[in-house]
């Protein structure tokens, strides 16, 4: 009776492994190229198509931009036509950015030097938050962008709004990096500003580099002070405001 208990076994786990050879035999194994989306994001969108158990698998390489699937020809089929459909590229967002360059001052300004409305606000809380009481524009830029992409901008100032006597003028420039959206919120990867601002020095004039460099996070539509720059007693705060296109 042991001897044929033993022979029952060895008939059943050799049944099984015929078994599960034939199902495995049934599957198909095939490679897809991902082009415009990261493998993993659609990996996890079509990872229940899958067949569980039975010698099938689905992995994903973001290196290679692929993703691997073996099972029955079936659910191959139609785990290709899902990746089809969401391998599309995406849609660059437009992202509009108003860079305004503020002079703030101890003490006045020269004539004519004012703000527009739309930075009233942002005057009104800075006389609050630091020891300016005088404030005019220095410059203002707006430019449009892409998400993934960034901006560069530079220009000339009239070097009395600084606080200079000097002829010379003072150069400002600015680069933004790296822009992405998500839920309403821009980022900004580097936002990078700097002025030379001319010196009178015994042998002449001599440019100073002052300005900084800072990641950025604004919600659309809002007024947001990025960084400030400090000369003497005046200061250039600069203020960035993004808008969300289609």
Do not use: C, W
């Amino acid at each position: 009776m042991k001897r044929i208990a033993t022979l029952v076994t060895v008939l059943l786990l050799t049944a099984s492994v015929f078994a599960q050879e034939a199902t495995t035999s049934k599957l198909k194994t095939k490679m897809f190229d991902i082009h415009y989306q990261f493998p993993h994001d659609i990996y996890r969108a079509i990872k229940t198509m899958g067949t569980l158990g039975a010698g099938a698998d689905m992995s994903y390489n973001d290196e290679m931009h692929t993703i691997t699937v073996k099972d029955y020809p079936e659910n191959v089929a139609a785990i290709e036509e899902a990746i089809a459909r969401l391998d599309k590229p995406k849609t660059a967002v437009s992202v509009e950015l108003k860079i305004s360059m503020l002079i703030g001052s101890k003490t006045p300004l020269p004539a004519g030097a004012s703000v527009p409305d739309d930075l009233a606000p942002v005057v009104k809380q800075l006389q609050t938050t630091l020891r300016y009481s005088h404030y005019g524009l220095l410059a203002a830029n707006i430019q449009q962008t892409r998400v993934g992409e960034g901006i560069e901008g530079s220009g000339v100032a009239e070097p009395t709004l600084i606080g200079n006597t000097s002829t010379n003028p003072v150069f400002y420039n600015y680069r933004l990096s790296n822009i992405r959206v998500e839920d309403g919120v821009v980022s900004v990867e580097n936002a990078i500003f700097g002025l030379k601002v001319p010196l009178q020095m015994n042998k002449g004039t001599q440019y100073q580099d002052v300005g900084f460099k800072t990641p950025v996070s604004i919600k659309q539509n809002e007024k947001l002070v990025i960084g400030t720059t400090t000369m003497g007693d005046r200061a250039v705060i600069v203020v960035l405001m993004a808008k969300v296109g289609d």
